[in-house]
Each structure stands twice: as C-alpha cells, then as structure tokens.
C-alpha cells in the first residue's frame, strides 16, 4: 500500500474519531457496567465478547462487530414484543427457541438505553436463581 492510498486525517478529524469510538466503548461498557449491579454478577470474555454471568450462567452479551453495536439478552417475557423492531432477531446457534434475542445498532445511532436496561433486568431475572431473584424484589 502506498503513502498515497492511507486515508489522512487532520488532527481535528483524529479528535472527532476518537471521541466517536470513545462514545461507543461507553456504550458497550455501560450495558455491561448494570449488568454487573445485580447480585453475584461478574464479567467475562469467553470469546472475545463482554458477557455478565451470574454465577456461571450468561444473561447478557455485549459487542461491538462490523460497525455495529449489539446486545444479546434471554426475554422469556418480552421476547415476542421484542421481535418487532426492526434491530432485533432471535439470537442464532438455537439460542432464538430458547427466548434469547439480539438487538443491533450502527455505530453512532441512538440506542434505546432504558428499554435495552429493562431488558437485561428481565434476562437477570429469567437466568439467575431464584435465591438472587428475591433479593432484587427486597
């Protein structure tokens, strides 16, 4: 590749880039900073995605692939409300029958922050025992 072909940015265009990446990494960080406010929650990155655990079980994976932000939550409730968006789909590997759903937004569009909230609320109370369930509801 030749010096020509790079794309050149300004020092101004370098600043907007990476206020831009750094409003996604936020993002990303603040659906898995509530998922890791329920009790017993913890992180981890078994594929190179953020996913919240409570105990040893997923309730919540948080990405960012091909441009696009996503969030994966179990909706036994909510799931078929859920499908009618346009940014939504039952999550793939068989994961759909089971009640799972995955949003996805483009980089830089606005994301329904409450309604994705309520939804890792819902996929906590759907995957987590009920022993940690009840000190929610306390």
Avoid at 52 to 73: D, M, N, S
């Amino acid at each position: 590749e030749s010096q020509d072909e790079r794309m050149h940015l300004t020092p101004k265009d370098e600043d907007r880039l990476l206020l831009f990446l750094a409003a996604e990494l936020a993002r990303k960080r603040r659906a898995a900073g509530l998922a890791l406010t329920y009790p017993e929650a913890w992180e981890d990155d078994p594929w190179g995605d953020t996913v919240a655990k409570v105990r040893k079980k997923i309730f919540v994976f948080v990405g960012v692939h091909e441009k696009r932000l996503g969030v994966t939550v179990k909706l036994p409730e909510s799931g078929e409300f859920a499908l009618t968006y346009d940014w939504t789909e039952r999550t793939g590997y068989g994961l759909g029958k089971a009640g799972w759903v995955s949003a996805s937004f483009p980089l830089g569009t606005e994301v329904p922050v409450d309604l994705i909230e309520e939804w890792i609320d819902e996929s906590y109370r759907a995957v987590a025992p009920k022993t940690l369930v009840k000190q929610l509801d306390a």
